[in-house]
């Protein structure tokens, strides 16, 4: 099989299996996730962002273009977020096809920079994102915030 990524933008016929995939993934409300996907959809604005990879007929991936990732530095964006590969999946360098994706689309929508707000330690790195600040969630947690050009020729 074939993997592909879509916008859901383009996709509307996936957008409740594509909501049910996000919910079950980051186990935070319903709501937040459906309000926020489901909006995406119709707003004039370029983001959210809403994009999933494809294997066959089954998503097997997904992460999202936002304004701002819950945490504090609000100047900060667009964002990387909800970055996920099913865990059968892993392994095969999806996750940086992912990235890749992320940073073109970024790009064409005119940003020259791409954050992302994470736990994860010696991952991100690898791809090239710069630790760039620490930020500060409203449930009491401090993340790393990396940055990375959007341009992909200036790696």
């Known amino acids: 099989m074939e993997y592909q990524i879509i916008d859901l933008r383009d996709h509307s016929n996936l957008l409740k299996e594509a909501i049910e995939y996000v919910v079950k993934r980051w ?89 992302l707000c994470t736990d994860h330690i010696d991952y991100y790195e690898r791809y090239g994102w710069l630790h760039l600040c620490n930020g500060y969630h409203s449930w009491n947690r401090e993340s790393k915030i990396y940055v990375i050009d959007t341009d992909q020729k200036s790696k």
């Open 27 to 115: 186990g935070l409300h319903r709501r937040i996730f459906e309000e926020c996907i489901t909006s995406s959809m119709t707003t004039t604005s370029p983001l959210p962002r809403w994009y999933f990879m494809i294997n066959g007929d089954e998503i097997i991936g997904s992460y999202s273009l936002m304004n701002n990732d819950f945490v504090s530095r609000q100047d900060l964006w667009p964002y990387l977020s909800n970055l996920y590969i099913n865990e059968k999946e892993r392994g095969k360098n999806l996750g940086s096809v992912m990235m890749a994706h992320a940073r073109h689309e970024a790009y064409k929508l005119g940003f020259s920079k791409l954050y």
